[in-house]
Each structure stands twice: as C-alpha cells, then as structure tokens.
C-alpha cells in the first residue's frame, strides 16, 4: 500500500514538471562581449587600441552598457576611452562614452555608454536606430582602449570587473548590458583580451642541435613566428620530447610552440634567434614520471629551488658546442658535485621525475 502512495505522488510531481516545460518561455541565446585584437602587443612607451564588441543575439536588445576593466599595472595602462560614432562609418556603436580614469595606475577603468547610433549612408551621418535601442542579431562596438605599454615586460589581462569597486569610486558600478526594457542580461559570455608588454630575446645558437625554451610569451606562439621568421635560412629541424611515447616529434610551421617546454633545434649554420613577446613570469608545465623536456623563464632561476629530492631523480644540461649532455644536478649529491646551478632564459633542460606532477616556478 505504501509502494502505490510513493507512485502516486511521483506521479504529480512529473505531471506538474511537464506543464512547466511546456509553459516556460524559450531561453534567449547569449550575448557575447569581447575585445578586437584578442591578444595585443607592443614596446615599452607604445600602445594598441583595443576596441569592445559585443554580439547581440537575436531576440534581444541592447539600451545601454557599463563596464569595469581591470588591468595589471606592473605592464600596462589604460590612458583613455575614445568616443565611438566618429570613427568608422560601418559601424554600429554608442554615441556617449564616459570614463573614470582617475583609477588605473591601480588597473583600473570604468566606462559605459547609451543614446545607440547607426551609420545611415545616406545622410551620412550618425542617427538613433528607429526602435531606440539596437536589435539583434547585430555587433556593436561598445568602446575602444587606449592600452600602453609601461612598467616592466610582461602579460596583462585586459578583464571585466563585476563588483563595486574601487570602493572610493561610487559611480564605478558592474560590468554589464542593459535591453530596451531596462533589465540586464544576464546570459552575457564576456571574453578577456590580452595585452603583452613586450621586449626582444635574442640568442646565439651554434652549427648542429641546440636545446633551447621561450622565455617570452607572443600573441601567435606558432613555430612559423616564433623561430622560423628569424632563422629561416639556417635551421632545418625542431623538435619536442613526447613523454607519452618517450620519443622526439618533428614541429611543423602552424604547430603552437610552449612556454616552459624544452626545443631541440637543429642549426645547418651559426645565427641569432631573435623574438618578441611579454615576459614569461611564471611556470606551471605537468612533469610525467620519468624524463622531461623542459624551458625556464625570462631570468635566471637557481635549480636548487625547484629540485626536491621528494620529486625529482636529476636535472641535466645540454652542451651545443660539445653536442652531448653535460653538467647535472643531483638534489641528494653534495653540492661540489652539482655543476648545473641556474636555469637560464631561453636554454632548455632535462628533468627526471619520480612521480607524475606538477612543476610551479615563479621568477
């Protein structure tokens, strides 16, 4: 008797469920807000625009937008936020933009827009959009960044604040989009650019194999960018260690290359590799059990603060001019016996694990 009751009841509540899935209002697909270039990179003293869109999907619409950027100070700044309508006659975007810089040597900037405007080529001028809002599915440009390069070398993310803050900023509100009816959406995916603050790496590698690592970061971290473009002339080999198979894999011009991952390149004649890119701070690359090829970061490390003997068998260099392996480091061996010290910018290292893991270097 008591099994029939908890079928019954079941019962209603599956009744109940089906009426409100038929019922309910079909859900409206995401907005997408995100910065033109993605990844953006300069010298020391330059800057990039870096323009927010926001895709407006259908079925949706767009009043008005407000947004927190954030910033790392260390290697960026964001110096103004440009007005939108004059710019480009194609385009679609808010003819107000107001900003608060008073807060980005924190990494900080807020901004937001309203009053909508489209180009109208016949007029050729900027006129409100007949509705009063803009109605999806449509791109909008929100507003454009002016990002410069300062501080030190190294990668910023150009993000989105949702929080009040700073707190002596009262007008400093969350980032989001308002539609026609005054309510925010909150089915928004916001993508994070990247801002590089960049420097050059140059490093003379010698006739034969040279073991080499990147101690800088670029937009496109493609072998085609990242070595072919200087040694075009003088190499005709790349390789990585897969640890999987335990063996050596050619790389390919369109292959991503790795920071914190070990190269072999084989040079048909002496040069200087030359590349740009941010500063790669900070290593987090996963150590499989055995022997592992792997890269240091953009200065110098001591091999001591990151070879336990918990962890780790050996560490061991590679000699281009010798062409074999040469000085180790044996984190249990007295340290006269230890003539591998330092991991240096841009050389590569072999490294024996106990177990599989995870190896966290910081500069």
Known sequence: ????????????????????????????????????????????????????????????????????????????????????????ADDTCFNTVSKNLSYTPNGYAWSFGYQPREWDPVEEEWVCPPAGWFVGPRTVKLARYKVVAEGTSGVSLVDYGFEQFPPGCAICLNSKLVNSNGLENSNVTWLSGTFMHQR??????????NLISLPLTNCTMTVENIIDTSLHDSYDALYKYNTSTHSFESRSLTDTMENGVGYFINMTSPDTWTYSGGAYTAMNVSLSEGLNMIGGLNSSKQVSDILTDEDHWYATTFDANLQKYNDTCNPVAPSVFNRFTTLEPGAGYFISAKQGGWLNVSG
Not at 15 to 41: D, G, H, K, Q
Not at 63 to 69: F, K, Y
């Open 1 to 88: 008797m008591e099994k029939t009751k908890i079928a019954f009841r079941t019962g209603i509540v599956l009744v109940i469920l089906a009426v409100f899935v038929l019922s309910a209002v079909p859900a409206v697909n995401a907005a997408t807000a995100y910065f033109v270039p993605e990844c953006s990179s300069k010298e020391p003293g330059d800057h990039s625009y870096m323009k927010l869109y926001v895709d407006v999907p259908a079925g949706e619409t767009l009043l008005s937008w407000q947004a927190q950027i954030i910033f790392d100070p260390a290697y960026a700044d964001i110096t103004v936020v440009s007005k939108n309508c004059d710019q480009y």
């Open 200 to 209: 050059t790496f140059s490093k003379n590698l010698v006739n034969g194999w």
